[in-house]
């Protein structure tokens, strides 16, 4: 199960990985927290939302998804609020999903930080154990947390294809799809492309969520987003070892 703030987070984050357990006979059901209204774009909202639910229908086939469901938040106003956490709880229950992909909570974009604590915050009230993959958005991880490396390689050129389905953004895709392959250098053997993840067992994605929302913290200002091969070094090293204390004493 893949949680996506936005429709084409699935396909910058985890996307290949995705792409690689349906290879392996996986169901992988995707849900589309908010309804993508305020995105960069030239369009009304109104067509802008129907443009890109029209793109995830192609993205479903590009890596396979077995499902899609959109929870409609508007653009912008992720929260943990208690019907919220009604409909991902029951969503949770009814998918009995082995593995939860999120956007992690350090993140330049506040629906990505607010979308992994809506998850901490459903599991809560979930009675099992399920382990949690946060996936590398807009802010680079620092490789000492990245404790689960998958070697991407064979599915790349489908996430390349998968990018170019999004032709309703505005925003480069670039930056993300270099970061990848700069991921193949922390195999034991270098490899061509890898998607790197966080995982955390359920109580230790809590704690980690938790201690981090009680600081209160503005994170699309103390970092930048990595979309761009121009400013990608920048990206990554803004504030780079505040970043790695964050993780540090949160994990």
């Known amino acids: 199960m893949v949680l996506a703030p936005h429709m084409d987070d699935e396909t910058i984050g985890p996307g290949a990985t995705l792409r690689k357990h349906a290879e392996h006979g996986a169901e992988i059901h995707c849900i589309f927290i908010t309804d993508g ?34 929870m409609d938040l508007p653009d912008g106003g992720v929260s943990s609020e208690p019907e919220n956490i009604r409909y991902l709880k029951e969503t949770i229950e009814r998918l009995n999903p082995d593995v939860i992909y999120t956007t992690p909570y350090i993140d330049a974009h506040t629906d990505h930080t607010a979308t992994a604590q809506l998850l901490a915050d459903t599991l809560k009230e979930i009675n099992r154990e399920v382990v949690v993959r946060m996936y590398e958005i807009n ?37 993300f799809l270099e970061l990848n392959q700069l991921k193949g250098n922390l ?39 990595v979309n761009r091969t121009d400013t990608l070094l920048w990206a990554i090293f803004k504030n780079y070892d505040q970043k790695k204390d964050f993780y540090r004493h949160s994990l």
């Open 37 to 70: 209204g305020g995105s960069v774009s030239d369009m009304s909202e109104e067509e802008l939302k129907q443009s890109r639910r029209d793109e995830i229908e192609q993205v479903v086939n590009i890596l396979k998804l077995s499902s899609v469901s959109y």
């Open 187 to 225: 195999a034991k053997d270098r490899i061509p492309s890898a998607e790197g993840f966080i995982e955390l067992e359920k109580r230790d994605f809590i704690k980690h969520c938790d201690a981090l929302q009680q600081k209160q913290l503005n994170f699309p200002k103390l970092f930048k987003q």
């Open 139 to 175: 802010c680079a991880f620092p490789p000492d947390f990245i404790n689960c490396l998958i070697d991407t390689t064979d599915q790349y050129g489908k996430k390349v294809q998968a990018t170019e389905v999004f032709a309703s953004q505005t925003i480069a895709f670039d930056g």
